[in-house]
């Protein structure tokens, strides 16, 4: 269960602006920089004591961030940020070049492992949230940034054209659709009193939804500008599961 009497210290902060005036990028300078040819192509585990600043360094790569200090990067404050951002490739040519966001395991998923389902039933259903929430986490933030949903699109994987269908298609928002539908189904699983026997289960929670293995990346259309960004996910806390 979550301990509703912690907080982290990043979670007083009221908004990006507050977030950067306040904190340094020597850890993710000295962890990542030197690694930024290897960080976005496979798992990267940061390990640490609680309090040790693996949130803060999560959060300092979440596009929303990004994209508040790429538009007051002129402030002498932000230099050391931009500067970590770009050596570790999250930032090229004064853009970001990766739409990534944070998701907390400490609630629901840990959830999904007291139930009385098959071993392989209980992973399917947890994968299969976490590529939903994150699906709908990097739209959002696009979103957020400005950019239209139409203009948003997925960029397959050159071997993966027969799973697009099962992720949405290729466009924004109906790829954020089917990304709700699934998270609808999988939550309404989660939250419930009783977990449902196999048979009840809906669909939507048990097909095949697997945009991490279909998508390469996001393409974004910004006036005459288009861009592929590199979607990335973190999984804050995830030994609790």
């Known amino acids: 269960m979550e301990n509703l009497f912690r907080k982290r210290a990043t979670e007083y902060l009221r908004d990006d602006e507050a977030f950067l005036a306040i904190v340094s990028p020597e850890s993710a300078q000295h962890y990542l920089a030197s690694r930024a040819d290897r960080l ?18 999560s959060r300092l790569f979440e596009y929303t961030t990004i994209r508040t200090m790429l538009r007051n ?7 050391a940020i931009h500067a970590t951002l770009r050596d570790c490739g999250a930032v090229k040519d004064g853009t970001p070049r990766v739409v990534a ?4 395991m400490e609630t629901d998923y840990r959830g999904i492992w007291e ?11 947890t994968v299969a949230l976490i590529q939903a929430r994150a699906v709908i986490a990097w739209i959002r933030a696009l979103q957020r940034g400005g ?18 269908e099962a992720i949405g298609g290729t466009q924004g928002p109906a790829v954020l659709r089917r ?3 699934v998270e ?17 289960l809906d669909p939507s929670a048990t097909d095949a939804y697997r945009p991490f293995d279909v998508i390469e990346g996001l393409g974004v259309i910004s006036g005459d500008k ?10 804050d806390d995830a030994h609790a599961l």
Do not use: W
Request: aromatic fraction near 4%.
């Open 40 to 57: 976005y192509d496979r798992l990267v585990q940061i390990c640490g004591s609680p309090g040790s600043g693996k949130t803060t360094i």
């Open 73 to 79: 990067r002129d402030l002498t404050a932000h230099a």
């Open 101 to 104: 966001c944070r998701l907390a």
């Open 115 to 125: 139930f009385p389902y098959p071993d392989d039933l209980k992973t399917n259903l």
């Open 147 to 164: 950019v239209d949903p139409d203009a948003i699109s997925v960029v397959p994987k050159a071997d993966a054209s027969a799973a697009l």
């Open 179 to 181: 990304a709700q539908e």
């Open 184 to 200: 609808k189904a999988l939550y309404a699983v989660v939250a419930a009193l009783l977990p449902p026997a196999v048979s009840k």
């Open 226 to 235: 288009k861009q592929q960004l590199l979607p990335l996910v973190m999984l």
